[in-house]
């Protein structure tokens, strides 16, 4: 069963830029979160979808949106890019299991805001 | 490789030995708590869960204590591998938005 593909890999733009990233869950998952990691903030919650529809959403500015699509692929928007958006943006895809909802990460997507 | 924090606690041991890496969560209302393991350039990799009503949870080489009267959760590592090396990351299901949050993490540094 492949495992979560999230692509680009790297990712180099412009501040005042937009930016759109892909994530593609394990096969018959249908939730998606996102979360950002940086250094001095850690792994912080962006969003969750199920279903096409956002279920929950972390504290970060409207710049920051998703969607996700019938088949479970998921997209995030980043708008008016700055430079503190600059991380690795990681995407799950979760299921529940025996003891708790398991989150399985993609490698992420690595954006450098310049 | 890709730097997943910069100001990490460290741990570092010698190959064989046993390893135990700390976590003290936040909410007290969790239940449910994992372990991450994220080497570098990749994504964190599940490695072992628990839920609260348990005390410990014992996978390959892998152990999880939980201690919910002090919110502290602990990941034993026996025999430890030079491949074991990565940050260790808990995650509690305690977020207000039902999300998982995550520890700042525990860098791991196995010498040979």
């Known amino acids: 069963k492949a495992g979560v593909t999230q692509t680009p890999r790297y990712l180099i733009k412009t501040r005042g830029q937009q930016v759109t990233l892909s994530c593609s869950p394990i096969s018959g998952h249908r939730s998606v979160s996102w979360y950002q990691q940086t250094p001095g903030q850690g792994l912080q919650f962006l969003f969750e979808?199920?279903?096409?529809?956002?279920?929950n959403k972390g504290n970060f500015p409207g710049r920051f949106s998703g969607r996700q699509f019938s088949n479970s692929r998921s997209e995030m928007n980043v708008s008016t890019l700055e430079l503190g958006d600059s991380a690795l943006y990681l995407c799950?895809?979760?299921?529940?299991?025996?003891?708790?909802?398991?989150?399985?990460f993609g490698q992420g997507t690595r954006l450098t805001v310049v | 490789g890709e730097s997943v924090g910069l100001h990490l606690p460290t741990l570092s041991v010698q190959e064989g030995d046993n390893s135990i890496i700390n976590c003290a969560y936040s909410?007290?209302?969790?239940?449910?708590f994992i372990w991450y393991k994220q080497e570098s350039g990749k994504g964190p990799q599940f490695i072992i869960d628990?839920?609260?009503?348990?005390d410990k949870r014992q996978g390959q080489r892998v152990t999880v204590l939980l201690n919910k009267t002090v919110k502290h959760l602990s990941l034993q590592i026996a025999a430890t591998q030079p491949g074991d090396s990565a940050v260790y990351f808990c995650?509690?299901?305690?977020?207000?938005?039902?999300?998982?949050?995550f520890g700042k993490g525990t860098k791991l540094s196995v010498k040979p």
């Open positions: 909410n007290s209302a969790s239940d449910y």
């Open positions: 628990i839920r609260s009503n348990m």
């Open positions: 995650a509690e299901n305690g977020g207000s938005q039902g999300n998982l949050i």
């Open positions: 979808y199920f279903s096409e529809t956002q279920r």
């Open positions: 799950a895809s979760t299921v529940l299991g025996g003891y708790g909802t398991e989150a399985f």
